[in-house]
């Protein structure tokens, strides 16, 4: 085995050429910090399943009926998209990139962007049901956001063919309403500049997939929320669905990051009760009114701000927020109402409740406006 040279290598490319020459060639795993470990284990996965980095690349197609399968099963995908699409190819029109739309298994279901068809490197790749899998054809942005479940840059020779070392791309993956990944979407440009940006860009784009998605589950009411002091209405929102009785049916990815126990391991609904310290029927009524935002306390003691949207009367929000100042329900009554509810879920054990709460209980009594038990 080969110990690979201690000099730091000059530029880019040739950081990449020395991490290839020393997974592919010397079978050593000293390829850090010149590719990232996710580059090496898909790499390595390639290896694993007896591929060769200068055997020919075929980019084969799935078969008719399977396409039409296919479509059909990912047509909530392919239109929550569509608009994103158009915007992201207007944003890399002049960059020689372009944007591949696929499905969980990594097959192309949508493209958008400047597509120079009478090259084979670009027209191969953006034909509607080609397979651009990791078992296919490698390492990828594809492959490796599917893999990794996290949003990606690979540059020339971080993909595993030498064939494929004419493309750069960014990946990300797409969540759809119960979090699972749905597919992913990437931007990819052959013998084009490095762009790592754009891996913010696709990031960025996925989000606003995800979010389209989302809101189209056929819904009572949706929350807005986010940390005070940030605006609310933007991309940058968690946005949580509830059905008739305020029950979690979908929720985005910054959501499920924001509030705890939004997805359950024991494949219940959570209710709105259970993650925050007020009931459905207050945020129905914070909907109807001209500021519908209020602050939300969590069960952990922090808070959030929201807003409360009823969606649009086709059974779907039309994704436009209304501006407002957050103060919404006072504050006074959303204290009490999760100490009603502390209280009742300790079956009126006050110093349970108390503890549970972090508070004193000489405080629940005071904020029930009751004189403590003797």
Known sequence: MTTPSLNPPATRLEAIALARRCVMHDGSALAMPWVAPWVVRSWQRCLNQGLLAQQPVVFDQISAQQLRRTLDANQPLIEAAKPVLEHLG?????????????????????????????????????????????????????????????????????????????????????????????????????EAAERPELKHLVTQSASKIENAMLLRVNHALSLRVNWPGNALGTDADGVICLDAEGRVIASNAIARQLVPGLVRFDARLAHVSDVFGIEASMLFDVA???????????????????????????????????????????????????????????????????????????????????????
């Not at 079956?347 to 403590?372: D, F």
């Open 90 to 190: 207007r944003a890399i029109v002049n960059t020689r990139y372009f944007a591949i739309l696929t499905n969980a298994q990594g097959v192309v279901v949508d493209v958008s962007g400047a597509v120079d068809h009478t090259d084979p490197r670009a027209h191969l790749i953006t034909r509607i049901g080609t397979d651009l899998s990791e078992r296919s054809i490698g390492t990828t942005a594809i492959g490796s956001a599917l893999t990794e479940l996290h949003s990606v840059w690979l540059h020339r020779g971080e993909h595993f063919f030498d064939s494929t070392s004419v493309y750069s791309c960014a990946g990300a993956p797409l969540f759809g309403p119960d979090g699972a990944c749905v597919g992913m979407l990437d931007v990819t440009g052959v």
């Open 288 to 374: 109807r009114r001209t500021d519908a935002t209020l602050e939300l306390p969590l069960w952990t003691g922090l808070r959030l701000q929201a807003l409360v949207v009823i969606p649009a009367c086709d059974g779907h929000m039309n994704g436009q927020a209304r501006p407002g100042s957050v103060a919404g329900v006072p504050l006074r009554d959303l204290e009490t109402a999760l100490i009603h509810k502390a209280v009742s879920d300790a079956r009126g054990n006050v110093m349970q409740a108390a503890k549970a709460l972090g508070i004193s209980r000489a405080t629940v009594y005071r904020k029930l406006g009751q004189k403590p038990m003797p």
